[in-house]
């Protein structure tokens, strides 16, 4: 089997979806999948940055350049420069070979559902890759069963069509050990135990409610626990930004951390707290229970389904009860404790092996091998 897949956000900076891309591919390929080929003609990168292209300036502009030519208007390109590809799988391309079977992933419908949170561009670019990729593909992987009902619902989509698979997460988070979380705290300089959130800063991360909770709990426990921010600064969230570049006391703004200081980061802390107003998955929630901390997240979307009765679950647009469910983990080791150990059994479910294995049994079916 001859598998194809849209490379493209391996060549900008992106978070969610460039770090399923680079773990996924890799793991196919360890799976037994060895005949893959990435468009536009790149080989698997060695290693993960969310913030630069895979390749240098003059491939990336050479192999973007091929990229945008291919999706600017119908036509059949890929056919001349891809031949004799089994399956293509789209991620953002609006022209794939016409000669291949067609397959993409759907991670979330945030677009239908609360287009307030995204740019206009975005919006119109998510609605058009509906209509020209998952209205018209043999078959799609959703994220979770929370996006497959939402793909269900609000586009009409076929649910036999579409099968779960879940994410995996990097086994450098199930294994981080003491000496790498004290790294991780001679690197950022903690000094003291701390709440913390992993994501981009952009209004479906609802930052600003986590921030007003924190700032509200008694001030000993303020003392206590900081609260510490990482991720890159993203779209709009303008109120955000300018509280994270003057933080009231307790919190730290560590802006973008690599991928590899993200572990031990994660495993040092004494609560993960993500009050996302919506997720299709929910990464850094799953990087947090496998690295046995305990979680506090929201009540929405798919988060429900990826904690599986392991985290503390709120309304995010809640700030009292954001606060109250806070000062209760962080006043509580035994609850802390229990939410840790059930954390990382549910997050043995997502294991990349197990990503990868299902993903090559979907392939195989979607070519006519299953």
Not at 148 to 174: E, K, S, T
Not at 306 to 327: F, Q, Y
Request: net charge positive.
């Amino acid at each position: 089997m001859r598998l194809c897949i849209d490379a493209f956000p391996l060549l900008i900076r992106s978070a969610g979806i460039k770090n399923y891309l680079y773990h996924w591919i890799t793991h196919l390929q360890s799976a037994g999948l060895s005949r893959i080929r990435l468009f536009p003609y790149l080989g698997v990168p060695r290693e993960l940055d969310h913030e630069r292209s895979v390749v240098g300036p003059f491939g990336t502009f050479a192999r973007l350049a091929l990229w945008h030519s291919v999706n600017l208007w119908p036509n059949h390109l890929l056919d001349w420069l891809s031949p004799g590809n089994d399956i293509f799988h789209a991620v953002k391309l609006l022209n794939p070979p016409r000669r291949s079977r067609l397959t993409a992933t759907l991670h979330d419908l945030t677009c239908w559902l609360m287009p307030e949170l995204h740019t206009s561009t975005n919006v119109a670019a998510e609605k058009r890759f509906a209509e020209r990729i998952w209205k018209r593909a043999d078959a799609l992987i959703a994220v979770s069963e929370n996006t497959r009902n939402d793909a269900v619902r609000l586009l009409g989509l076929d649910p036999h069509r579409i099968q779960v698979i879940y994410h995996g997460i990097d086994d450098r988070y199930f294994e981080a050990d003491a000496s790498e979380v004290e790294r991780a705290r001679r690197q950022y300089r903690l000094e003291q135990p701390y709440v913390l959130c992993v994501g981009t800063i952009e209004p479906r991360k609802n930052l600003g409610t986590l921030l007003d909770a924190y700032e509200t709990l008694a001030p000993a426990l303020r003392r206590e626990f900081q609260l510490i921010i990482a991720g890159p600064a993203g779209w709009s969230a303008e109120d955000v930004k300018r509280r994270l570049a003057q933080p009231s006391a307790g919190v730290r703004y560590l802006r973008y951390v690599p991928e590899s200081g993200l572990p031990g980061l994660f495993a040092g802390a004494t609560v993960f707290a993500y009050i996302s107003l919506y997720e299709g998955f929910g990464f850094p929630v799953a990087q947090a229970l496998a690295a046995g901390v305990p979680v506090l997240t929201s009540a929405v979307s798919a988060l429900p389904e990826i904690t599986g009765g392991s985290a503390e679950l709120v309304d995010p647009r809640s700030v009292d009860a954001v606060r109250t469910a806070l000062e209760r983990l962080l006043t509580s080791p035994a609850q802390r404790s229990s939410l840790a150990a059930a954390g990382r059994a549910r997050a043995q479910r997502f294991r990349w092996k197990i990503c990868a294995a299902e993903s090559l049994q979907f392939f195989e079916r979607v070519a006519g091998r299953g």
